[in-house]
């Protein structure tokens, strides 16, 4: 019943991080990845809040969340779930699909639960490669594994509806959220800064975010501490740098979207800086 996750990134598989884990109590918030989320289900169920629903993957099931898809996760069953994750970059992918010779660009998942044995051993052979360090599998059966999910699973991105009233707005409310990270405006105040009135601003926010303002900056500023992480900045100095009120508000957050405590993913990302305190 121990929770464990281990977090890490190999040269050998560039573009993609790698997320072994068990969860029994541990919840994601609900959070959006710049990246593809492509998982297997080892044991147990995970379930997530994805577009209104509420899915379920159990044991051999392939979990396909697309970028920018706001979802949470948390255990199913009393016993929680164990899963290996890979989160590519949406210019892999694409860059993969052109080479497949695909007919669409930036690929799209429809479905975010499907059971695909022979595709779910590969991913999971992928992972093990990786975690192994044995890079000549790990990247042959990494892209192999893509290549098979794209041409089984994959479909073109839905065109986008045209812009609802309010999309003007909530582009430059955005700007000023990414420029404001440390002090963060009200909402009466951000909409005044973009020239709209505060509820008509929330409303097409989260129509077109699928999160209210405040939730999204959490996702910019836990987005901005992984840049400092990787760039081998403290997780104390991080936690100030983007709008954190102190390292323990930056932990809390952080292991609740990405699933790792941040000293443990600077660590996997090989910026982890000797005598810093292990327990961030």
Avoid: C
């Amino acid at each position: 019943m121990k929770e464990q996750a281990h977090f890490w990134r190999r040269p050998a598989v560039p573009e993609v991080d790698l997320l072994k884990a068990r969860y029994v109590t541990h919840r994601f918030a609900r959070h959006v990845h710049d990246s593809y989320a492509i998982g297997v289900i080892l044991t147990g169920v995970e379930e997530f809040h994805h577009r209104g629903s509420l899915l379920r993957a159990g044991e051999g099931e392939i979990v396909l969340v697309n970028p920018d898809t706001p979802h949470t996760g948390q255990a199913g069953v009393p016993g929680g779930w164990a899963y290996r994750m890979l989160y590519p970059s949406t210019d892999s992918i694409a860059a993969l699909a052109e080479e497949l010779g695909l007919p669409y660009g930036t690929p799209y998942f429809p479905e975010q639960v499907v059971r695909d044995p022979a595709v779910a051993a590969l991913l999971g052979q992928a992972h093990l490669a990786a975690e192994l360090g044995d890079d000549l599998a790990a990247s042959t059966l990494v892209r192999t594994s893509f290549a098979r999910l794209l041409s089984a699973h994959g479909a073109p991105r839905p065109t986008a509806p045209q812009a609802a009233a309010g999309a003007q707005a909530v582009r430059e409310a955005l700007d000023v959220l990414r420029g404001r990270l440390v002090d963060p405006p009200t909402l009466e105040d951000l909409a005044a800064e973009v020239r709209a009135r505060p509820f008509p601003l929330l409303r097409a926010f989260k129509a077109a975010t699928g999160l209210p303002p405040h939730a999204y900056l959490t996702q910019l500023r836990v987005r901005q501490a992984r840049r400092l992480l990787d760039s081998g900045v403290r997780p104390a100095e991080v936690a100030a740098e983007v709008g954190f009120t102190d390292q323990a508000h930056l932990n809390r957050h952080f292991k609740r979207i990405v699933g790792v405590p941040p000293a443990a993913y600077q660590r996997a990302a090989g910026t982890y800086k000797t005598g810093q305190s292990p327990t961030a």
